[in-house]
């Protein structure tokens, strides 16, 4: 069993940034890619980024693109998320997830595990 813990959550003000670290328990992370998600109140839970085991290749939902960076350290067992230019409507609980396979995936059912989230609050 994988377990995930992510951290670096906060609040911060609109056009700010903040870097989100995922730690795996299990070095076998290393052959999986892995993803961020995030859940606003009232709203379904919403792709945010991927990264494929290696690295090699990563894809980001519309919303974050060009504000986000999605890395991933397998020395590590370690995934970041590098958020800038924070919008009030970044604001959500955001998951970190890691697939079975080293490919990715945009769906959360793509995803065998997950953390327990991080709070991230942008104010205006």
């Known amino acids: 069993q994988v377990q995930l813990a992510e951290s670096g959550g906060g609040l911060v003000q609109a056009g700010g940034s903040l870097r989100l670290s995922c730690a795996a328990s299990k070095r076998t992370v290393s052959n999986s890619a892995m993803a961020w998600f995030r859940q606003a109140p009232g709203k379904e839970r919403e792709f945010v980024a991927a990264i494929t085991w290696s690295g090699g290749s990563t894809y980001y939902a519309d919303s974050v693109k060009g504000r986000s960076t999605i890395s991933r350290d397998n020395a590590k067992n370690t995934v970041y998320l590098q958020m800038r230019s924070l919008k009030p409507e970044d604001t959500a609980v955001y998951y970190c997830?890691?697939?079975?396979?080293?490919?990715?995936?945009?769906?959360?059912?793509?995803?065998?595990?997950w953390g327990q989230g991080t709070q991230v609050t942008v104010s205006s």
């Open positions: 997830a890691a697939r079975r396979v080293g490919g990715i995936a945009t769906t959360s059912d793509g995803y065998a595990y």
